[in-house]
């Protein structure tokens, strides 16, 4: 009895598990590039940010549409489940999550960490979270998450272990209320690379548009900061870490960082694809906005130990300046695009 679906531990964005998840299916087969290079281009903050940690609705993050909790990629079926509909006994979870892999779903279920033994939280405190599972091997389930050392890995967990993390899930205030959702990779569909989407989305970016604008149909404009704007805000988080009550959350700064990764990858499919000219260097100066950032989440990550508010000043200071080679690199892009284009 066992069944293993694809995954992969090494998806271009582990930030947040919201992303983590649904990548890891999808970037098993390279044939989701042309989707994820159209998208994953603007970032958003709201406008009354604050430590991902108390909030986990308010996020420095990717900017989202309004209905990605249900339609995230073509290539990706979504279903969310109430799962107290689904799960009326606790002898009804684990047939089910079976089943269900069987069928070629991977399956997410709210959980709570303390019953994961490879969970920092391991029988150390409660915590309501997600978790993937994408397969089973006799008497054990095999998932993916984060895990004691704070990486992003697969694991396993016994049946009876499982079961026991989501019967005592508490959905109470809960930001997912379902508490069950469902993945199914989908190799008919089709996206073609979408150019034109690329360099709107890029012009939000770089004059800091609000993108939810373009989904009006979906629901309300959402405030905020988005684009180049979300530097300040960033600036703005990073330099609470020095007053009470002294929190500190690396995840705003590492998703800055898968950004600029991003949009290095995206540039060079571009550049592969004749969509751009290697010789211009687009990708390899967006590699360089990449590292300057991953140096400044490394000193963030120093200042965690030392406390040394010269790390922090450092670093919004570096912020600034890698805003401005950013806006200079956009619009030299933006440009290229245009001529390349008409």
């Given at each position: 009895?066992k069944?293993?679906?694809?995954i992969?531990?090494?998806?271009?964005?582990?930030?947040?598990?919201?992303?983590?998840?649904?990548?890891?299916?999808?970037?098993?087969?390279?044939?989701y590039?042309?989707?994820?290079h159209?998208?994953?281009?603007?970032?958003?903050?709201?406008?009354n940010?604050?430590?991902?940690?108390?909030?986990?609705?308010?996020?420095?993050?990717?900017?989202?549409?309004?209905?990605?909790?249900?339609?995230?990629?073509?290539?990706?079926?979504?279903?969310?489940?109430?799962?107290?509909?689904?799960?009326?006994?606790?002898?009804?979870?684990?047939?089910?999550?079976?089943a269900?892999?069987?069928?070629?779903?991977?399956?997410?279920?709210?959980?709570?960490?303390?019953?994961?033994?490879?969970?920092?939280?391991y029988?150390?405190?409660?915590l309501?979270?997600?978790?993937?599972?994408?397969?089973?091997?006799?008497?054990?389930?095999?998932?993916?998450?984060?895990?004691k050392?704070?990486?992003y890995?697969?694991?396993?967990?016994?049946?009876?272990?499982?079961?026991?993390?989501?019967?005592?899930?508490?959905?109470?205030?809960?930001?997912?209320?379902?508490?069950?959702?469902?993945?199914?990779?989908?190799?008919?569909?089709e996206?073609?690379?979408?150019?034109?989407?690329?360099?709107?989305?890029?012009?939000?970016?770089?004059?800091?548009?609000?993108?939810?604008?373009?989904?009006?149909?979906?629901?309300?404009?959402?405030?905020?900061?988005?684009?180049?704007?979300?530097?300040?805000?960033?600036?703005?988080?990073?330099?609470?870490?020095?007053?009470?009550?002294?929190?500190?959350?690396?995840?705003?700064?590492?998703?800055?960082w898968?950004?600029?990764?991003?949009?290095?990858?995206?540039?060079?499919?571009?550049?592969?694809?004749?969509?751009?000219?290697?010789?211009?260097?687009?990708?390899?100066?967006?590699?360089?906005?990449?590292?300057?950032?991953?140096?400044?989440?490394?000193?963030?990550?120093?200042?965690?130990?030392?406390?040394?508010?010269?790390?922090?000043?450092?670093?919004?200071?570096?912020?600034?300046?890698?805003?401005?080679?950013?806006?200079?690199?956009?619009?030299?892009?933006?440009?290229?695009?245009?001529?390349?284009?008409?």
């Amino acid at each position: 009895m066992k069944k293993i679906l694809p995954i992969t531990t090494m998806p271009p964005i582990i930030g947040y598990l919201h992303h983590a998840y649904p990548l890891s299916i999808l970037a098993n087969d390279e044939a989701y590039l042309p989707w994820f290079h159209s998208n994953y281009i603007q970032l958003y903050c709201p406008p009354n940010f604050q430590n991902p940690s108390r909030n986990r609705t308010l996020k420095f993050n990717f900017y989202r549409r309004p209905d990605q909790r249900v339609s995230f990629s073509p290539y990706l079926k979504v279903q969310l489940l109430n799962r107290d509909l689904i799960f009326k006994s606790p002898t009804d979870i684990l047939p089910f999550i079976v089943a269900c892999i069987d069928k070629g779903y991977y399956i997410q279920p709210t959980v709570d960490e303390y019953f994961l033994p490879d969970s920092a939280a391991y029988q150390k405190r409660p915590l309501v979270h997600e978790t993937l599972i994408y397969g089973y091997d006799k008497q054990t389930f095999v998932g993916i998450g984060y895990n004691k050392n704070g990486d992003y890995a697969s694991y396993h967990i016994r049946f009876s272990e499982l079961k026991q993390a989501v019967v005592h899930a508490d959905l109470t205030g809960h930001y997912d209320p379902d508490g069950l959702r469902l993945f199914k990779y989908v190799p008919q569909a089709e996206y073609d690379f979408d150019i034109h989407l690329v360099r709107e989305h890029l012009e939000d970016f770089l004059f800091a548009k609000n993108t939810s604008q373009r989904f009006r149909m979906l629901a309300n404009p959402t405030d905020g900061a988005y684009g180049l704007a979300t530097y300040e805000y960033l600036k703005h988080y990073i330099n609470s870490f020095l007053f009470p009550p002294f929190s500190f959350d690396i995840r705003p700064a590492h998703i800055l960082w898968e950004h600029k990764k991003c949009m290095a990858y995206r540039l060079n499919y571009m550049e592969a694809q004749g969509y751009l000219k290697s010789e211009d260097g687009f990708s390899i100066q967006y590699d360089e906005v990449a590292r300057k950032i991953g140096v400044l989440r490394m000193m963030l990550l120093k200042f965690r130990k030392t406390r040394s508010p010269a790390l922090i000043h450092r670093v919004c200071l570096h912020l600034d300046a890698i805003a401005e080679v950013e806006k200079r690199l956009l619009q030299n892009l933006l440009d290229k695009l245009e001529s390349s284009l008409e």
